[in-house]
């Protein structure tokens, strides 16, 4: 296929997983997961809700940051708000108190929720000093408190997402199993890593997640035979199917570990989930 020429690892693109990291300097494990596509409708939203939610059940401290202003993250744990404290973090550089986090349903997950807002923070933040950096500094402070933060992106290479990318260890790329939003795999890599050979040297690519899968077509099967042979372990041995569970979770405001824990969507989250704690562990995180 095309796209797997297009994508084939080049020798600065890391093809395994992010190799031991000590503890920064604040002494905190923490590690931060940018959950990245400039396509919409791949699943990265649903990704970044039910792997955190699933890592909290696993009794692992997580915060979700929701940095896309559609608040789809946010909605879908039946939270609304007008608390613009994003905005003022990254227009105004103000930090984020953690009486200002929210609690969900979820033991052990909090969330920074998102506002429209954040659609006027793209065009304010070009004019600031250190504009990739307001995610970063906003985030430090929470750093101890918390095992995983996931940072949930807008569907776009914007100045939200390099705030997201610079503020993350790594990056987590949710890919629909199809030839269209495959194409656009290779030019996030790229941008990836330009801001490797930019602002964020330490960046890695943490795995890449097939999402609304379909073993019983052709394209889904060839397309996960393909990424695993060229872009080898990154990619997630599980994959998420289609599911109609899944699709409904969110218009409930739950995530689906708490609204069908039995679905096909929740059960493949939950081994999403020990399968990212696996790669931790081999990383050297306990």
């Known amino acids: 296929m095309k796209f797997a020429r297009e994508i084939m690892p080049k020798e600065s693109i890391t093809t395994h997983p992010p190799a031991p990291r000590a503890p920064d300097e604040n002494g905190s494990g923490c590690r931060v997961i940018a959950v990245v596509n400039q396509k919409g409708g791949v699943g990265k939203t649903t990704t970044s809700v039910n792997l ?29 708000t007008d608390d613009s404290v994003l905005y003022r973090a990254l227009v105004l550089g103000e930090s984020i108190a953690p009486e200002q986090l929210h609690d ?9 929720p998102s506002t429209v807002d954040l659609v006027g923070a793209e065009l304010e933040l070009a004019d600031v000093p250190k504009r990739t950096e307001r995610l970063k500094a906003a985030l430090e402070r929470h750093k101890k408190d918390f095992r995983f933060i996931f940072v949930d992106c807008p569907p776009s290479l914007s100045l939200l997402t390099l705030n997201a ?6 990056v987590l790329i949710p890919i629909q199993a199809e030839y269209f939003a495959l194409e656009g795999l290779a030019r996030l890599i790229k941008t990836v890593e330009r801001v490797r050979g930019s602002i964020h040297p330490e960046l890695e ?21 393909d990424l695993r042979t060229h872009m080898r372990d990154l990619v997630y041995r ?19 570990i708490a609204y069908d824990i039995s679905s096909s969507g929740a059960q ?6 020990s399968e990212f704690l696996s790669r931790a562990a081999l990383m050297g995180q306990k």
């Open 238 to 256: 599980v994959a998420i199917p289609r599911s109609i569970r899944l699709a409904e979770a969110p218009s409930h405001g739950r995530p689906i």
């Open 268 to 273: 493949a989250y939950l081994a999403m989930a």
């Open 165 to 170: 990318l610079r503020a993350a260890d790594e």
């Open 104 to 112: 969900t349903e979820i033991k052990r997950l909090k969330i920074i």
């Open 205 to 225: 690519m943490g795995g890449i997640v097939l999402t609304m899968y379909d073993a019983r077509t052709n394209l889904s099967r060839q397309v996960g035979e």
């Open 52 to 80: 955190s939610a699933c890592l909290a059940v696993a009794n692992k401290q997580t915060l979700l940051v929701d940095l896309d202003p559609q608040s789809n993250a946010t909605s879908a744990f039946g939270i609304s």
